[in-house]
């Protein structure tokens, strides 16, 4: 059964750091393209990073500088490392691979595709 589970939410004051991560079973994900993307209450589900199987990575420039997507291949493991957080990151993370329509990118995803994991809850205090 292919599966991805994060782990490593929590709450944390502004200004905190986190690292979140993602196992996967099942499957080997070292040639694929994988993402974390995250949903706050009432908003829509929005895309925050990508990492393709040469290590390219995407981020929307809300998160620039701030957020970190990256993989280890031989733990069958991604990661994505958040600095600085404002209380407007809180949210569900979610990572997600198999998710691209055309691109390994952050805007280009299909919710109803690929594999997707329950998600790990981050909430951020001011």
């Known amino acids: 059964q292919v599966q991805l589970r994060e782990s490593g939410g929590g709450s944390v004051p502004a200004g905190g750091s986190l690292r979140l991560s993602c196992v996967a079973s099942?499957?080997?994900?070292?040639?694929?393209?994988m993402g974390w993307f995250r949903q706050a209450p009432g908003e829509e589900l929005e895309g925050i990073a990508t990492?393709?199987?040469?290590?390219?990575?995407t981020y929307p420039e809300f998160v620039k500088g701030r957020f970190t997507i990256s993989r280890d291949n031989a733990k069958n493991t991604l990661y994505l490392h958040i600095k600085s957080l404002k209380p407007e990151d809180t949210a569900m993370y979610y990572c997600?691979?198999?998710?691209?329509?055309?691109?390994?990118?952050?805007?280009?995803?299909?919710?109803?595709?690929?594999?997707w994991g329950q998600g790990t809850q981050v909430t951020v205090s001011s």
């Open positions: 997600a691979a198999g998710f691209f329509r055309r691109f390994c990118r952050f805007d280009d995803y299909e919710t109803r595709q690929g594999t």
């Open positions: 099942g499957h080997t994900y070292s040639g694929d393209c």
């Open positions: 990492i393709d199987r040469n290590g390219l990575t």
